[in-house]
């Protein structure tokens, strides 16, 4: 790609935008959090009536800078991978790959300093409206082309590929690598594959929600780090598999049967308290009702509520019930 759009010499601030976004890099560029909600931005999308027409979901895509931001995002997520595991297959010894990684992540960094939206990047958080603001600035900017997006959601990519492998977190990707999938048949297709969302970092997002504290019973114990090692530590076990493929199951009920079943067999461990109905509706309802709801609407609140409030009370039923109550008692906090 003609990169002779881009600065290449950066100026005091680019310098500046440079240093800051490489001392903290580490946490700027490990976006699971930020995948896990473009993906459910996009499965709500196509779960309406526009996605069932190709003309009128590209519509959609043109006109809401949002689902568009979502869109190619997540159609370059994972292109990287290859690169990052040509590098593991390069320099087996551990101490050598971390600083070819480190070496290689700080040049990308470099290059992304230079485009004019990197100077915005930092002010992301883990929130809906936080990613929402930064796509709509970011398209509304004159300055920026499209091959100048296109360069910042490739570089975005393979920078968090590199923070994953640097912090130890590939695993969830790099098994792909071994695929037998040609190389250039892998990402062919226009949309991309919402499968392959990362679990753990949906439901570690589910368990940082407003609703969590509301109903802990230990703020102080069961932080974001505390569920967090939580999540991580189910995946791995050897419910892991199960889970994965339910909750990546095309059917949303059973993502929902996921949610509850692990908020139930936590309920049970003592991490919760209240009834299941209470932490339901909070789950599906975190705003309540700004307005007056229609009877219509109430009843369909109240089915969707006592059907999760269902999937809370199975929490005996889980293979994992029993694992998870072991794990909550044997650690009391994180660390």
């Known amino acids: 790609m003609d990169t002779r759009n881009f600065n290449t010499q950066p100026t005091l601030s680019g310098q ?21 909600r473009l993906a459910e931005e996009l499965r709500q999308l196509l779960s309406t009536e526009a996605a069932k027409s190709p003309s009128r979901l590209f519509s959609s895509l043109r006109r809401n800078t949002e689902q568009r931001f979502a869109w190619e995002l997540l159609h ?25 990684l480190q070496e290689e992540r700080e040049q990308q960094i470099d290059l992304f300093s230079q485009l004019i939206i990197s100077k915005r990047w930092d002010t992301l958080r883990d929130d809906d409206s936080s990613w929402r603001k930064f796509a709509r600035m970011m398209y509304n900017l004159s300055a920026t082309t499209p091959e100048m997006n296109e360069r910042f959601f490739a570089l975005v990519d393979y920078i968090y590929m590199l923070t994953l492998a640097i912090l130890g977190k590939e ?35 589910f368990l940082r929600e407003t609703w969590f504290d509301k109903f802990s019973t230990n703020k102080k114990r069961f932080t974001t780090e505390w569920r967090d090692r939580f999540v991580g530590d189910l995946i791995e076990s050897e419910y892991g598999e199960a889970i994965i493929a339910d909750f990546t199951n095309e059917t949303r009920d059973k993502r929902q049967i996921v949610k509850g079943a692990i908020v139930g067999c936590l309920k049970a461990a ?50 994992y019930y029993y694992w998870v109550l072991e794990w909550v008692e044997a650690h009391p906090s994180e660390g």
Request: glycine letters at 4%; zero cysteines; proline letters at 4%.
């Open 76 to 100: 370059a997520h994972t292109k990287s991978l290859s690169k990052v595991s040509d590098l593991q297959q390069m320099f087996p010894e551990r101490d050598l790959l971390m600083r070819k």
């Open 16 to 36: 500046r935008r440079y240093e800051r976004l490489q001392v903290d890099a580490d946490r700027l560029f490990d976006i699971g959090w930020l995948i896990a």
């Open 171 to 205: 695993q969830a990707y790099f098994s792909e690598a071994d695929d037998d999938t040609p190389q250039d048949t892998a990402h062919t297709s226009t949309a991309p594959n919402l499968d392959s969302i990362d679990v753990r970092a949906a439901l570690k997002l």
């Open 270 to 319: 003592g991490v919760f308290e209240e009834s299941d109905l209470s932490i339901a509706r909070a789950i599906l309802y975190p705003q309540g009702s700004k307005q007056p709801l229609s009877q219509e609407e109430e009843t369909e609140r109240k089915k969707k509520s006592k059907t999760l409030s269902s999937y809370i009370g199975r929490e005996m039923k889980q293979k």
